[in-house]
């Protein structure tokens, strides 16, 4: 078994496909809605969701001994994650059926990248996975 | 590949039973170590002893089973040696002693076959690359070198190393499977197979240097027919390549290009184009077309003239149709409409050139086409203005060359309409891959 990062970009804070009515956006939720149950009665979703904009970020690193925070993202770019799904699949091929079924819920293209559990977390994922 | 022993005449055998089998064996050895270098370095080792056995015994009725016997025996012997090969020994220990494991039947012929069909599909997994696709499928399935695969492609052995590397990194981190695609997935995943083993036959053509990777192509595809002798594709692949591989001496004189035309036939490998001939047979009782099947056919019909004016243009016309049904893409439009130029004449095929030029503007083989086209309509300066754009877009020399030709043919012209002169055939010459065109 592996996990994956479903993630899905915002660009200057457009997710292109997003909804833009409040009837897209019922039909936009009841498929996300019925994805995730999908997702959990396969044992399928660890964790996910959307986040907010990169301007609600906050920068936390460590000078001098003292943690200072910086006010924005950790990287100034027109691209940012906007909202993102782990998942349990048990190979490359199963994680993209699911980011098939991710896409055609979101109207929007996502990244599909190998996610390498550590500390609690690996507990979920046999050795050698 | 091991030169270290020059001269002698065994080495030359086992080198080439080691290029037969290396693709097989490196195939069975990731399964049973689930790590594609240590596989492949496993093999590098059990072919340096079999060197030294080989020659002084003899090679074994299965060289395949004794390079993956030793291989392995090496391998294990290593890593109980190694502190970070304690965790993988532990691994292997688990899978040997499981009930009749899967890591012992590779000596009974059918399992390995089915190790090699899984590595095929790893290495052309459409996750990957196209350029990566292709390294790994000749390193791994075609045993080239590090440094042969480089040289085939231009790049240095440590550029090639590097995308080696990375292309592994993404197979293990990101857990490509190592497996035959199911039924359903299995037609398009396959087409990806075929195009890399296509595309690196084309890299092969008109390139002196690099003419081995034909072979190593051909003999990537004789394997992969073997492997699945039901999939009419791969067999349609083989004969396309065998019936392109039958003009090949007849292509070139002193360097330059020689269209189809006016190719001497007497050069045409008699014994490929009966193969590829007898392989569309068999094809045509599947009764399943696709792309590759088609293209043969073309092919096959071109092979089977005995002159450039006995081809049987409507036959060719029809295929191109059909084609072009199942894969619409503009390059073989443009194939097409040359065809439609020898059963309906110029007009005909400067209309059907005319609806797709847009979509192959920055193409030097559309307006070529194009060129002779209106050359035959007796145009002469739009004819001169199209080969001199189609000269600009020209990636290769031996192609500018050739339309230099064109241009100074046409001057010569004159006034007079000139004969039914085809200067592009060489588009359906097949020297480029209507599936990727090289300029794109």
Redesign the interface.
Known sequence: M?Q?LLSTYAVEGEVSGAPRTPEAMHTFMERVIALEAEMDASDTFVFGGALHGPDAATVVRVSDGDVVMTDGPFVESKEHIAGFYIINA????A??AWAGKVVAALNHPIE???F?ATGRVKDSVPP?? | MIRTVGGHQETTDVERVFREVYGQAVATLIRVFGDITLAEDAVQDAFVVAIDRWRSESIPPNPAGWIVTTARNHAIDGLRRLARGRELYEQLAAVASAPRGRGDDWEEGGPVSDDHLRLIFTCCHPALRTEHQVALTLRLLGGLSVDEVARSFLVSESAMARRLVRAKYKIKAANVPYRVPTAAELPERLRAVLSVLYLIYNTGVDDAERASLRSDAIRLARSLVGLMPTEPEAAGLLALMLLSESRVSARREEGALVLLRDQDRTKWDRALIEEGHAIMRACIRHGRPGPFQLQAAIQAVHCGADSFEATDWQQIAALYDHLYSVMPTPVIALNRAIAIGETEGPGAALTALDAIAPDLDNYHLMHAALGTTLRRLGQRDAAKAAFERAARLAVTEADRQFLAHQIQELAEDGALPGRAQDPIDKLVDGADDPLQPRSA
């Not at chain 1, 048990?90 to 091929?93: N, V």
């Open positions: 592996s994956y048990d190979d490359l091929d994680a993209l599909v990248r190998p390498r050698g996975a």
